[in-house]
């Protein structure tokens, strides 16, 4: 059981989305509903696929286990993650052809592991938004960057699609909370190819 006093998050914020990574859903789809571009069953959907999470604090690991108590600043290792917009992929590390989802994941300190894994939906008319590509787990030690890529193909029309972030890290031993997910998803992009 998650202890609910860990920095002082809880349990939903561990599975919101980070503030630092990206735009929650909702505000995303405001604006994008403000400028007139996407129809509002999209926006539904893209909000029912969040779950309607709130906007969480950026994960940190710290020496100490309540926030009762401040912790030093260098005592602190901060974690970032991010959903990237979907794309038509242009080839470099993507497959020509094809619309890549990306999410990217990294702390600035070492930590024995992080790990970003990705999902890429696509909005069916009517029914929502479907899973349709899953990427591979990317993961390791250390404070680099570690970036899960997911594809589908390009089907030549213009469709709505959105990523799914699904980020994990495990505090060096002495750090509070022992280890964080997070879940992030990008604003809805409108691809064609």
């Known amino acids: 059981m998650l202890r609910r006093r860990v920095l002082g998050i809880g349990l939903a914020a561990l599975l919101a989305v980070s503030v630092s990574a990206v735009a929650s859903p909702a505000s995303a789809a405001g604006s994008a509903m403000a400028a007139g571009t996407i129809p509002q069953p999209v926006l539904d959907a893209a909000e029912a696929l969040a779950g309607k999470q709130a906007a969480a604090v950026t994960p940190t690991f710290s020496r100490t286990p309540s926030t009762r108590v401040a912790a030093a600043a260098e005592n602190v290792i901060t974690c970032t993650a991010r959903a990237q917009y979907p794309h038509a992929s242009t080839g470099g590390n993507g497959i020509p052809g094809s619309i890549d989802g990306k999410a990217d994941s990294w702390c600035d300190a070492v930590i024995p592991y ?11 008319p009517g029914s929502g938004f479907f ?6 787990l990317n993961s390791g030690p250390g404070n680099k960057t570690y970036t899960g890529v997911a594809f589908t193909i390009c089907q030549g ?20 909370p022992p280890s964080l997910r997070l879940d992030t998803q990008s604003p809805i992009v409108q691809v064609s190819c």
Do not use: D, F, K, M
């Not at 992080?114 to 069916?124: M, N, P």
């Not at 899973?131 to 591979?136: A, D, I, N």
């Open 114 to 124: 992080i790990g970003a894994q990705v999902e890429l939906y696509q909005y069916v």
């Open 131 to 136: 899973l349709v590509s899953v990427g591979s």
């Open 157 to 176: 029309v213009p469709n709505y699609y959105v990523t799914r972030g699904i980020h994990t890290y495990t505090a060096p031993g002495g750090y509070y």
